[in-house]
């Protein structure tokens, strides 16, 4: 078996998780949760099946609530320990970042990026960005990951990509479209789940704090209140939990 390579960014060991191409073969992923992010081998990421994405879902939503550290810059190859060049890719659903290896051994991968290119992802519109401006204290952006006050920016300041949340609409149609060559006989536009973005945020956030909570009650008297307006919010978790009800609807 494949020993698992070294994260390009935190340089730990990331962990294998088995899939299926969309050719019926095996296929190991590298994830690394520390740094919310994926390695691919040359042209991996153009190989998954759509079960495959909805099992990469299911490991997303468990580890939502994880801790995460920012990116290091530079980071490298963990084939051949060159530098990786950062760049963007372009697709309907918008711009992301992306990380090469100039000797093409392949590419690092945010969770949001990778979601950006499968094309699970829509612009937010104004009000929703306006009700989360009132609901959370600032957003990652899922474009470049940078931590974004929404109550002042209306784009990121960093990377100026504008504002954009995994869909559970845009990963239905992006999913069917992976499998048309094995649709199924109903067809229809599937209902949204009954949770919305600030909703998801809130929620995500209150299981961070109890989380933070049950590490910290021997040695704190008290944790600070998750309703508190300052927290930052994860689209991209947020976004997950919103797709995860959707499919646990969809297969009842």
């Known amino acids: ?37 994926l390695w691919f081998d040359r042209h991996e990421n153009l190989k998954l099946s759509p079960a495959s994405v909805v099992e990469l879902f299911r490991v997303l939503h468990e580890h939502r609530t994880d ?3 920012p990116l290091a810059d530079p980071m490298a190859c963990p084939r051949c320990n060159t530098t990786l060049a950062k760049g963007f890719d372009v697709v309907r659903s918008g711009r992301y970042m992306i990380y090469r290896c100039g000797r093409q051994h392949g590419r690092f991968s945010a969770f949001s990026s990778f979601m950006v290119e499968k094309g699970f992802v829509r612009h937010m519109t104004r009000p929703e960005i306006d009700d989360l401006a009132q609901r959370v204290g600032a957003i990652y952006c899922t474009s470049c990951g940078a931590p974004v006050d929404i109550r002042k920016d209306h784009a990121c300041p960093y990377c100026r990509a504008a504002f954009s949340l995994i869909d559970p609409q845009a990963v239905v149609r992006a999913m069917e479209g992976y499998a048309q060559a094995s649709t199924r006989a109903h067809a229809g536009t599937p209902s949204s789940p009954s949770v919305d973005i600030g909703d998801a945020l809130v929620a995500l956030e209150r299981d961070r704090t109890r989380a933070e909570r049950e590490r910290h009650k021997n040695a704190f008297g008290h944790t600070a209140s998750a309703a508190d307006a300052g927290f930052t919010g994860d689209l991209l978790a947020a976004g997950v939990e919103m797709v995860w009800a959707l499919i646990k609807t969809r297969s009842h």
């Open 1 to 37: 078996m494949t020993s698992a390579p070294s994260c390009p960014s935190c340089r730990q060991p990331m962990q294998i998780h088995r899939f299926t191409s969309n050719q019926g073969e095996p296929l190991e992923l590298d994830i690394c949760f520390a740094c919310q992010g």
């Open 67 to 69: 801790q995460h550290q």
